[in-house]
């Protein structure tokens, strides 16, 4: 979709830009990023999906870039992978080849490189808007990670919401450090500059100081993220020049909004969603800015709150229910996985997101946490237990684990496993760091003699986070 097909207007107004993307020391003009994503478009052209190691480069974007024109979906890699979750994503993905960034094991696929110096304008036809753009990978309370299916029409229905929501214009710099592998800097960092026409700055690792330094207007982060930008007076001082600090991803704790607001002038936006959903919920740049709150629904999505007993909630600002939504944005199904499609929905076909939430009588949100304690954020990564657990499980210093997500000032949850066992503490961290992704592995190991159990001899978990 790149461009052309997302947004032609901004496209030809935009033409003249030289630096349309920063990253990794690299500067494409929108010129340079049309003629070589285009010459990568026409070497993948009517492959069945493509594997990207989405490191934050250059070489990325064009890869990432190329199959949007070209219509090829794509799998973005985590760039951190381990063997085993790579393994898993490229059997289920059925994916071809690597485009891009060369893995160190490439897994017995060939490699296609990307040439940054060669130059296409061949035009090609426009993809349909119902055909698959990507499938993108995310962790469930159990099992391996499911592929998700995100088609094109979902995120240009959704940047576009976001940027009416955000008065995103391409007159915009969007800057941001975060990876190029998951929706917020995928598809709403990248991506939404391409259909927007803004420039894009990506900072590399997201600190406080190389977000102070990149001199943009709008700025994503997650809460990690700015908690350690208000750590760092100076640093957040220089972002009073911006237009919008954006957070999501995880729940934006209200010290830090409220520090954020003290040091930079600017009471940040926050908006939340899913991989399944895209981004659904968001603060209106010319809207109310309430510390603890996600705001509106964007333009185009409904929502709704659930009781156990199935009846609907009230919106009261203090009744708790299931959030579910009914949006355009939505992905179309789990890749190989109808069942678990099936129960992701309602009979009615509204989507389950998983998160209980409550709205008030003006229909602000406000996310009241996980329904499952499976689901960890830690740093605004989602992580599945069971996936962690099931890799602890297969060393051999391990007979029994329990992973929950623990209360951290910095990640907002780190991941702790509890272990029945004789193996070393940081052998099973580095354990998980190999077979999944770093970002998976916990961040502390605890051994202990036995793990709580209910008269069914299931984990108490609840149990085990009060032992935190
Ligand atoms: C440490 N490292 C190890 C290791 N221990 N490497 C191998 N084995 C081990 N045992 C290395 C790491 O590789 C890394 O190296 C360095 O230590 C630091 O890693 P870290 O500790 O994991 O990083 P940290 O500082 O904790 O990261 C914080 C963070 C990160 C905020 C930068 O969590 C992050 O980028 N989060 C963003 C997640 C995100 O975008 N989520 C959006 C999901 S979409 P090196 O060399 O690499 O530094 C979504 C939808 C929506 O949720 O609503 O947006
Ligand atoms: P992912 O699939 O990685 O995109 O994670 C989606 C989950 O992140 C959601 O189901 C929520 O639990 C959480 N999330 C995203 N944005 C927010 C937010 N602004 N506040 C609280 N939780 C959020």
């Given at each position: ?138 962790s469930g309370t159990t099992g391996l990670p499911k592929g998700v299916l995100i088609s094109r029409r979902a995120i240009a229905a959704d940047i576009d919401a976001l940027a009416a929501a955000w008065q995103w214009t391409a007159e915009d710099t969007l800057v941001h450090g975060l990876p190029l592998f998951h929706v917020h ?280 986070m009060t032992w935190g």
């Amino acid at each position: 979709m790149l461009l052309a097909s997302l947004n032609p207007a901004a496209v030809a107004a935009r033409a003249d830009i030289v630096d349309a993307v920063r990253i990794d020391g690299a500067v494409l003009s929108r010129s340079d990023l049309v003629g070589a994503a285009t010459s990568v478009a026409e070497r993948v052209g009517g492959a069945y999906r493509i594997a990207i190691l989405a490191t934050p480069t250059a070489t990325t974007v064009l890869a990432v870039t190329g199959c949007l024109i070209a219509g090829v979906p794509f799998v973005p890699v985590p760039a951190d992978v381990g063997a085993a979750e790579r393994a898993h994503i490229l059997t289920d993905s059925g994916a071809q080849a690597w485009l891009g960034e060369k893995p160190a094991e490439p897994g017995g696929l060939p490699h296609v490189p990307v040439r940054l110096h060669a130059r296409s304008w061949h035009r090609h036809p426009e993809p349909s808007p119902q055909s698959t753009a990507m499938v993108m990978y995310t962790s469930g309370t159990t099992g391996l990670p499911k592929g998700v299916l995100i088609s094109r029409r979902a995120i240009a229905a959704d940047i576009d919401a976001l940027a009416a929501a955000w008065q995103w214009t391409a007159e915009d710099t969007l800057v941001h450090g975060l990876p190029l592998f998951h929706v917020h800097g995928l598809v709403l960092g990248l991506l939404g500059s391409l259909r927007v026409g803004n420039r894009f700055v990506h900072t590399g690792k997201p600190t406080a100081e190389t977000y102070a330094a990149a001199g943009g207007t709008l700025y994503f982060g997650v809460p990690t993220v700015w908690s350690r930008v208000v750590a760092d007076a100076d640093a957040a001082a220089a972002l009073s020049s911006a237009r919008l600090l954006v957070s999501g991803s995880a729940p934006l704790p209200v010290p830090v909004f409220d520090r954020l607001a003290e040091l930079t002038g600017h009471a940040p936006v926050e908006r939340y969603g899913s991989t399944e959903s895209l981004i659904t919920i968001s603060t209106r740049a010319d809207g109310d800015r309430r510390p603890g709150w996600v705001g509106l629904p964007l333009a185009g999505v409904q929502t709704r709150l659930r009781r156990e007993d199935g009846s609907v909630a009230p919106h009261d600002g203090e009744t708790i229910g299931s959030l579910q939504v009914r949006t355009p944005t939505l992905f179309d199904g789990y890749l190989n996985r109808p069942e678990a499609t099936a129960e992701a929905f309602e009979a009615d076909g509204w989507y389950r997101t998983g998160d209980a939430a409550v709205i008030d009588e003006g229909g602000t949100h406000r996310i009241v946490g996980r329904e499952s304690v499976d689901l960890i954020k830690s740093g605004g990564y989602r992580i599945g237990a069971g996936e962690v657990e099931t890799v602890l499980l297969g060393h051999p210093g391990v007979a029994e684990v329990a992973v929950v997500g623990l209360p951290d000032e910095d990640l907002g949850q780190r991941i702790v496993a509890f272990v029945v066992g004789d193996a070393a503490p940081d052998e099973l961290i580095s354990f998980v760091a190999e077979q999944l992704s770093v970002h998976k592995r916990p961040r502390e190991v605890r051994l202990v003699d036995a793990l709580p159990r209910n008269a069914m001899g299931k984990v108490v978990k609840k149990e085990l986070m009060t032992w935190g």
